[in-house]
């Protein structure tokens, strides 16, 4: 075969049919066969494919195999949870991907994109990702991957491989048009890490030991009831709560017929919120709310939850990358970002394997220093405490306050504490405060907002400029002057949050892709060492990732690797500022735990 300069890539086409899964045997074509298009592509010119193979379902993982090992491509795909399972579940990872789903929200809404029409156009593209279920997603449409040579050419093929390259070249054009491609292409290839590393995590599953689970929840709720029953120590509850309210037949699982039985009971609530019932002294209060707090665990993360999502010592759960506004992760089942902690015990390494659990000090706040330069909030947490630093400055007299006017800066807080402390931030750290206020004035206008990368903030909804221009109108009264004010606050509030919390979410992405890498190249354990088998045979002589939450990661590994993961897991969180940050003065330091169980004491 000839070689193919830098800059190509090859072009693995969908299914012969529609509704095929990649991680199983695909629907039988016109010809009753099944086979999916490969083909080489310069992306150099016109992104034509200059060579074509077919490859049959049951090849793909060792097709998949054959070029990480020749080439350590990148794939670009229609996304991940439809393509890689498949592949991992045959013992294959891959190293690097563009997920075109992904990339395509991306695209689709970045302000630094200059024509987004053609983007726009392609609502195929706008499907929610299989992400939600992995076993029966959309279609996968087509896959790509660099590589120095072309594969030979097929003969006859099906023909659903353009629908790929047109995406493909759509999202490369949008790019090449970017005010700044540089940054928009670091926060692609981050969010295609985040997905592939999504699949991953659902792969190898969280070690979890339902019987500890079980213990918990008996020490918390008592004796496991029958199907449909409440625990003993529910019902108890539930009936000190009744009492004091002096109601025998108050229903305590209804918000609207408990919100009657508080008010009725003398209680004046709006709602049945944790925060609003503490501010109320009556004997009623303190049984209900420890009555909500089992009644949450139960339905969370009680004995229906272990029948569903643990299996074989794995506890896994589905997560969405980008699933949120702001780049932060969702889930679609399995509740992996309310985790109580509570529960932590549960997480349980397996037998000569330990866990690895690092967190983040003030996330938030590091960025919003490296974002704006703010030299002096940068030295406040430089290799401390930032909210204790900000007590040595003088700003604030206690770590307590520090911590509330930051987070009112951050979320736009402007009564209570919150009202009285964020002032002394602005004198403080005024560069820091300029970057929020200058966002939320942005959103209060109805503008738009970008992240450190170039994730932007979506516009108001209709209803919002509906409300800002009847505002304006002659015969406006002033009751919808003041709801226009009060929307117009709101979203200033969210653009003024957006650019914060949607770059903390970019550093962290940047810190699990490089972290992820970091991993892989540490290696297995020796022939005949124990084995975490139930984590997949992708992983199972591996250390590996088996927990995110925002700023929060938990690596499995055997533990004659434990200390090589901790130094990873620290060299990547520095590896993500300076990717991100450049030289800034802002560190990002770690709470690091190794234990069999993921519990910090």
Not at 375 to 392: C, H, N, P, Q, T
């Amino acid at each position: 075969m000839g070689r193919i300069a830098p800059g190509r890539a090859v072009d693995v086409g969908g299914p012969g049919a529609a509704g095929a899964d990649p991680g199983a045997a695909g629907p039988a074509s016109a010809s009753g066969d099944r086979r999916w298009r490969i083909g080489a592509v310069d992306l150099a010119a016109d992104g034509t494919p200059i060579a074509e193979q077919v490859v049959e379902p049951a090849g793909f993982a060792e097709f998949v195999a054959g070029r990480e090992s020749a080439d350590r491509p990148r794939w670009v795909w229609s996304d991940s949870p439809s393509w890689y399972p498949g592949a991992l579940a045959a013992g294959v990872r891959v190293e690097r991907a563009h997920d075109l789903r992904l990339c395509h929200a991306i695209l689709r809404g970045a302000r630094s994109v200059r024509d987004r029409d053609a983007l726009a156009a392609a609502v195929e593209w706008d499907a929610a990702s299989a992400a939600s279920e992995p076993d029966s997603g959309p279609e996968p449409v087509a896959a790509l991957f660099d590589l120095d040579e072309p594969l030979a050419s097929p003969g006859e093929v099906p023909h659903d491989l353009d629908a790929a390259l047109a995406e493909f070249s759509r999202q490369r054009a949008a790019l090449a048009s970017s005010e700044d491609p540089g940054r928009l292409a670091l926060l692609l290839a981050a969010e295609s890490a985040g997905g592939l590393i999504a699949v991953e995590l659902r792969a190898a599953g969280v070690p979890w030991d339902a019987d500890e689970h079980d213990r918990l929840l008996e020490s918390e709720l008592g004796p496991r009831p029958a199907i449909g029953a409440k625990p003993e120590r529910m019902l108890r509850v539930a009936d000190e709560v009744r009492t004091a309210l002096g109601d025998a037949r108050a229903s305590l699982d209804s918000p609207p017929k408990l919100l009657s039985a508080l008010r009725r009971a003398g209680i004046d609530v709006r709602s049945t919120s944790h925060w609003e019932l503490e501010e109320h002294e009556h004997p009623a209060i303190e049984p209900l709310l420890r009555y909500k707090k089992l009644s949450r665990l139960l339905s969370a993360n009680g004995w229906a939850w272990i029948d569903e999502w643990v299996r074989d010592g794995r506890y896994r759960p589905v997560y969405v990358p980008g699933g949120v506004v702001t780049g932060r992760w969702a889930s679609s089942g399995g509740g992996a970002l309310q985790l109580p902690r509570q529960l932590r015990p549960a997480l349980r390494a397996d037998p000569g394997w330990t866990l690895v659990s690092a967190d983040v000090a003030q996330l938030e706040p590091r960025v919003l220093a490296a974002m704006s330069g703010d030299r002096a909030m940068a030295a406040a947490g430089f290799e401390k405490d930032l909210y204790s630093g900000i007590v040595e400055s003088g700003i604030v007299s206690t770590r307590q306050d520090a911590k509330i006017a930051v987070l009112g800066a951050m979320y736009g807080g402007t009564s209570g504490d919150s009202g009285r402390l964020v002032p002394r931030l602005r004198r403080g750290f005024p560069s820091a405060m300029r970057l929020v206020d200058r966002a939320a004035e942005v959103g209060e206008r109805g503008g738009v907002m970008a992240t450190w990368l170039g994730r932007t903030s979506p516009p108001p909804a209709p209803e919002w400029a509906e409300l800002q221009a009847g505002a304006s109108l002659p015969g406006a009264t002033s009751r919808d002057e003041e709801r226009a004010r009060r929307a117009a606050r709101e979203f200033g509030r969210f653009t003024r949050n957006f650019v914060v919390q949607g770059t903390a979410a970019e550093w962290a992405l940047a810190w699990l892709a490089d972290l992820r890498l970091r991993l892989a190249a540490i290696g297995t354990v020796e022939s005949g060492a124990a084995e975490a088998t139930a984590s997949g045979p992708a992983f199972a002589r591996r250390p590996h990732l088996v927990f995110f939450l925002h700023d929060e990661v938990i690596v499995h590994t055997p533990v004659v690797h434990a200390e090589a993961v901790a130094a990873a897991v620290e060299a990547s969180a520095v590896a993500a500022g300076r990717l991100l940050f450049g030289a800034a003065p802002v560190d990002f330091p770690l709470d690091i735990l190794i234990a069999q169980r993921a519990v910090k004491e």
